[in-house]
């Protein structure tokens, strides 16, 4: 059984950082590409960014370049997201996801297999 566990949401105040995890079980965690995406009080949920398998690409929506970092550790069958300069409008639940796939539709939620429960990231003004 795949499962894939988020941890590390939480408040912070606009202008700080948070890391969050991502812990993947039940799958060859190197075979992934692995993505987060987010998801706003009544809003669609949205890509965030995701990186390949050997970690050695990653991509991230315009909006999101320079504030937010993707990367993962196979060893421990990890994803992380590392948000920096963060703002009121990043407030969301986060999920990570993994996809048996890397293109150019990485972007998008059917290329994703499995999903996590998510975690919830308020930031504050």
């Known amino acids: 059984q795949v499962q894939l566990v988020e941890s590390g949401g939480g408040l912070v105040q606009a202008g700080g950082s948070l890391r969050l995890s991502c812990a993947a079980t039940?799958?060859?965690?190197?075979?992934?590409?692995m993505g987060w995406f987010r998801q706003a009080p009544g809003k669609e949920r949205e890509f965030v960014g995701a990186?390949?398998?050997?970690?050695?690409?990653?991509a991230y929506p315009d909006s999101l370049k320079g504030r937010f970092t993707i990367s993962r550790d196979n060893a421990k069958n990890t994803e992380y997201l590392q948000m920096n300069s963060l703002k009121p409008e990043d407030t969301a639940v986060y999920y990570c996801?993994?996809?048996?796939?890397?293109?150019?539709?990485?972007?998008?939620?059917?290329?994703?297999?499995?999903w996590g429960q998510g975690t919830q990231v308020t930031v504050s003004s």
């Open positions: 996801a993994a996809s048996p796939s890397w293109a150019n539709t990485i972007t998008t939620l059917e290329l994703y297999d499995y």
């Open positions: 039940g799958l060859t965690f190197s075979r992934y590409a």
């Open positions: 990186i390949n398998w050997s970690g050695d690409r990653t």
